[in-house]
């Protein structure tokens, strides 16, 4: 699984990082990066994804097809 996180989207709402704190944390500006890609499961990661009100994570499998959004 690939995760590819678009800044320029992200508003901090935080809600990727409350479901996957291990993945997902906050910097200094309050934009989301990623922490640790194989930090939970792969429906955790997809799930913070979907809680993103501005759909700033994408998330592929591992042949590139697009599994959110």
């Known amino acids: 699984m690939k995760i590819k996180i678009l800044r ?3 508003i901090s709402a935080g809600t990727c990082v409350a479901i996957a704190p291990d993945v997902f944390e906050l910097d200094d ?23 993103c009100p501005t759909q ?14």
């Open 29 to 51: 500006e309050g934009k989301v990066t990623l922490k640790n890609e194989k930090g939970a499961d792969e429906q955790t990661i997809i799930d913070a994804a979907k809680s």
């Open 8 to 10: 320029d989207k992200c």
């Open 56 to 69: 700033a994570i994408e998330i592929y499998d591992d042949e590139d097809k697009r599994l959110f959004p």
